[in-house]
């Protein structure tokens, strides 16, 4: 009895949720699809987790051309890059792979617009730089839906799967008990 009792036991400890706490991108500055009207000259990615160094990413105009990140810090869960100038108006990709702490590889995508104003602007152009604002701000309360979703929506299902094995487990132990003793 104490055989199968400690079995379980070591079962549901080996599937435990930490074992399937993955790290996973949780937000960055700027946002995927944020139209920017400033200079920039960081990008930073924050995750749910630490992350090791070795961690960075790189970033592409819209020609496929890469830009240099001159420096990047790793501060727990923040990936830091710091760029030379500021960004010219176009559409960037960032291309991101980080090491969690538990040695899982992380990888993916986004992108942002710069925008910047001319020096000469019209009134109906600074309203509708306006509405961009109030636009970006709402995406930025959105959660980043990618592939790290899919880790998770992996992680409850072994989740999910343990727990049934779990119980079959302790079903058989009791009926094998129940039949010893008659």
């Known amino acids: 009895m104490k055989k199968i009792i400690l079995s379980a036991f070591a079962l549901f400890l080996l599937f435990s949720p930490q074992a399937f706490a993955h790290t996973y991108l949780d937000s960055t500055t700027p946002a995927d699809g944020e139209v920017l ?8 990615l924050n995750y749910s987790g630490k992350i090791e ?32 100038a500021p960004l010219k ?16 590889p992380l990888s993916g995508n986004f992108s942002f ?4 104003a001319e020096a000469e602007q019209t009134d109906e152009v ?7 604002v109030v636009d970006i701000e709402q995406q930025a309360k959105q959660p980043i839906v990618g592939e790290e979703e899919t880790d998770d929506s992996k992680s409850s299902s072994s989740l999910i799967v343990a727990g049934v094995i779990l119980v079959v487990l302790i079903a ?3 009926f094998v008990l129940w039949k010893r003793k008659k």
Request: aromatic fraction near 8%; charged fraction near 25%.
């Open 89 to 104: 108006n176009d559409t960037y990709t960032v291309k991101w792979n980080s090491i969690s702490q538990d040695g899982h």
């Open 37 to 44: 009207t400033t200079d920039i000259q960081s990008i930073e």
């Open 172 to 174: 058989i132990s009791t």
């Open 113 to 116: 617009t710069v925008n910047k």
């Open 126 to 132: 600074k309203t509708e730089e306006k509405t961009d």
């Open 53 to 84: 160094e070795g961690s960075f990413f790189t970033l592409e105009s819209s020609a496929g051309n890469e830009i240099p990140v001159s420096s990047f810090t790793v501060d727990s869960g923040v990936l830091k890059g710091q760029l030379d």
